[in-house]
T-cell receptor, first 111, second 113 residues
Framework: QKEVEQNSGPLSVPEGAIASLNCTYSDRGSQSFFWYRQYSGKSPELIMSIYSNGDKEDGRFTAQLNKASQYVSLLIRDSQPSDSATYLCAACDSSASKIIFGSGTRLSIRP | DAGVIQSPRHEVTEMGQEVTLRCKPISGHNSLFWYRQTMMRGLELLIYFNNNVPIDDSGMPEDRFSAKMPNASFSTLKIQPSEPRDSAVYFC???????????FGQGTRLTVV
């Protein structure tokens, strides 16, 4: 069983709308969670880190964490064509050592 | 800082040959990760080191794969002998300490023919 689960998409969102990306994880002891963006042919790039329950905002991006439900999400407001990429959710396991990635959600912003 | 540096960027080799991938982590980072990415399996953790010590190599697919970290500024991932199914992009990443985010190198695209 995959430890971090994401819908593979593709998720198509019109320009200017809110894109919502979701992720669940199986290790209840996980303490750190990350969202990465990966453009085709490039390496994953860190967008957000979140460690506590609730929301964390950074510019157009908001990460949400609900440890009780083992659920992490990423909202992208005012979506731009440049946001089209694959978004990877990751969790640091309960030993606080290894970072496990989901399979990614492909996001497409249509003009 | 230059970030995580991997070499080579591209490698094409024949089946049965030895392949060595190299990584220089960000200075001062204590954790180093090797990942493999394919379309079918996504981003898989192969092995990670903490303070140069291998902590978990359960993701290494076979005995043909080995990794070393002789010092804080250098790590290698070796495949011997290589097989076509090893074709993938291999990423190295480092993080300042446990429980914090990892930063990725540019990756090595390996093709075994």
């Amino acid at each position: 069983q995959k430890e971090v689960e994401q819908n593979s998409g593709p998720l198509s969102v019109p320009e200017g709308a809110i894109a919502s990306l979701n992720c669940t994880y199986s290790d209840r002891g996980s303490q750190s969670f990350f969202w990465y963006r990966q453009y085709s042919g490039k390496s994953p790039e860190l967008i957000m880190s979140i460690y506590s329950n609730g929301d964390k905002e950074d510019g157009r991006f908001t990460a949400q964490l609900n440890k009780a439900s083992q659920y992490v999400s990423l909202l992208i407001r005012d979506s731009q064509p440049s946001d089209s990429a694959t978004y990877l959710c990751a969790a640091c396991d309960s030993s606080a050592s290894k970072i496990i990635f989901g399979s990614g959600t492909r996001l497409s912003i249509r003009p | 800082d230059a970030g995580v540096i991997q070499s080579p960027r591209h490698e094409v080799t024949e089946m049965g040959q030895e392949v060595t991938l190299r990584c220089k982590p960000i200075s001062g980072h204590n954790s180093l990760f090797w990942y493999r990415q394919t379309m079918m399996r996504g981003l898989e953790l192969l092995i990670y080191f903490n303070n140069n010590v291998p902590i978990d190599d359960s993701g290494m697919p076979e005995d043909r794969f080995s990794a070393k970290m002789p010092n804080a500024s250098f790590s290698t991932l070796k495949i011997q002998p290589s097989e076509p199914r090893d074709s993938a992009v291999y990423f190295c990443a480092s993080s300042p300490q446990g429980n914090t985010e990892a930063f990725f190198g540019q990756g090595t695209r390996l093709t075994v023919v």
